[in-house]
């Protein structure tokens, strides 16, 4: 089955800089990668999404690019600020029978520091 | 709408006790997760179930899980008996399922302690 693995395990950036976290997934038939923040306490939420038909995509400080070929895809936060301090977790959707569910990385917890 | 609906937030039990948790999915999705966090395991999927069919089971640990969704608007997750090794927190999430996976709505899970 799909196996979704994400690094690094913990990030640590000063406030303004930019911060990384990238996925590998095994299933080659993967067709949605979706990315989660998790606020200490909180539920995951979506922050952004991209579809295998599609490299990038963008929103105001974050984006996400897709290799296929390698199977890997990267969340990016530039200008980070302290708000960004949060656990965020990689998914892959894997492409067998029409299946709705999603496989989650083990999460990044960034701290952003002032 | 309120989002998704999971009760009770907090749930301290003793082992061997029976565990029911309880989740309303957002009206009109078509598919509700069920997912376990722990810190050393991660967010697990347990089950799902599209248009109210159990689809795959195949992350419940042991015959001591049992889910059910006998409409589109309420699933319950069944531990018996529980063991300490169940504490965690238990998220229910809903998508409109259309084609292939879409954005999962978390609810704001259940604290389960097994003493």
Redo the contacts between chains.
Sequence with gaps: GENVEQHPSTLSVQEGDSAVIKCTYSDSAS??F?WYKQELG?????II?IRSNVGEKKDQRIAVTLNKTAKHFSLHITETQPEDSAVY?CAA?P?MD??????????TRLLVRP | DAGVIQSPRHEVTEMGQEVTLRCKPISGHN?L?WYRQTMMR??E?LI?F?NNVP??DSGMPEDRFSAKMPNASFSTLKIQPSEPRDSAVY?CAS?L?S??????F????TRLTVL
Excluded at chain 1, 42 to 46: A, D
Excluded at chain 2, 106 to 109: E, H, L, N, S, T
């Design positions: 067709n949605y979706p909180k539920r995951p939420q979506l999404d977790f959707s492409r029409s299946s709705y569910k999603l496989i989650f990385g083990s999460g | 598919s997760f991660g967010l999927l799902y599209n689809i795959d998220f998508s399922s084609g292939g996976a879409g954005e999962q978390f609810g704001p899970g």
